[in-house]
């Protein structure tokens, strides 16, 4: 059965498995307010459905997805965009809006998979890392190309705790790329499979992570979850949270997005491809 739950995002049950798709392929699947809200809903969805083992996370087209949504947050268009206009209010909406939605995602229930492809980028990546598993096409790249854009990371920093304090160091402050094989070799994805395989890849590890009793499978994960937060994640992901706000609140960032507004995405790009000033 497949259901589209809005023009942002389509819902699939395959038996025991659901499949949520974000599906904004002409943006690469940004995160804009409207598509968190739709997958937060689709979430809620798939918890209250005790047929529901496992959910799968996709992204439609090209790419799983690019990261948050810069052209609504520069044109101010979304809901939120008033109270942004204050630290407090920013600090408000994306604590609601990214913190406490992501880490709901590595808190759910039932077991996740992310099938990766394309471009998965800064809040991209921080969604798939909210996965359980990660299955990524061949063609799959991953970064948070943000630091030379004067951003602290995104809200949650998921890199030490996927790839290891130096490795995370040197893919933040280098602003580099991971390949689907290197992020394999790293600990950060699964599985890579080619391009053409990767949904029945993603589903068929969904179906045999489905043969798990649910209280197996949900004790399992949260003792995993528990393991990390001993070991001080959400702490950190708290810590880290108040230091993004910091940054992005200070002279260099507020004179950064200040020159977006002005030149909107061609801005953007510049800054990304290292031709703006410091």
């Not at 995160?31 to 809903?41: F, K």
């Not at 948050?68 to 209010?89: F, Q, V, Y």
């Not at 910091?246 to 200040?258: D, G, K, P």
Request: proline residues 5%.
């Amino acid at each position: 059965m497949s259901d589209r739950l809005s023009d942002r995002l389509r819902y699939r049950e395959d038996g025991p498995v659901a499949t949520i798709t974000l599906d904004r392929p002409e943006v690469a699947n940004a995160l804009d307010s409207a598509l968190i809200d739709d997958l937060d809903a689709a979430f809620d969805r798939a918890e209250a459905d005790d047929t529901v083992r496992v959910v799968v996370l996709a992204g439609e087209g090209q790419h799983f997805c690019a990261g948050h949504d810069l052209k609504e947050l520069l044109a101010g268009t979304e809901a939120w965009a008033a109270s942004r206009a204050t630290p407090e209010g920013k600090w408000h909406h994306e604590q609601v809006m990214y913190f406490d939605r992501c880490v709901r995602i590595r808190d759910f229930p039932k077991p996740t998979v992310a099938a990766v492809q394309g471009a998965c980028t800064a809040a991209g990546l921080m969604l798939a890392c909210m996965c359980d598993l990660i299955v990524a096409a061949d063609d799959a790249r991953f970064a948070n190309p943000v630091l030379p854009m004067s951003g602290a990371g995104v809200e949650l920093l998921v890199e030490p705790w996927e790839l290891g304090p130096r490795k995370a160091k040197e893919f933040l402050l280098c602003a580099s790329t991971l390949t689907a094989v290197e992020a394999e070799r790293l600990g950060l994805v699964n599985r890579v499979v080619p391009r053409a395989e990767l949904d029945d890849a993603a589903l068929e590890m969904a179906v045999r992570i489905a043969r798990v009793p649910p209280v197996t499978a949900r004790a399992v994960k949260e003792s995993i979850n528990r393991m990390l937060d001993l070991q001080g994640q959400r702490e950190s992901w708290r810590s880290h949270f108040m230091v993004h706000q910091f940054v992005s609140n200070t002279a260099t960032a507020l004179r950064a997005m200040e020159a977006r507004r002005q030149g909107g995405m061609d801005a953007v790009k510049r800054e990304q491809q290292g031709d703006a000033p410091p």
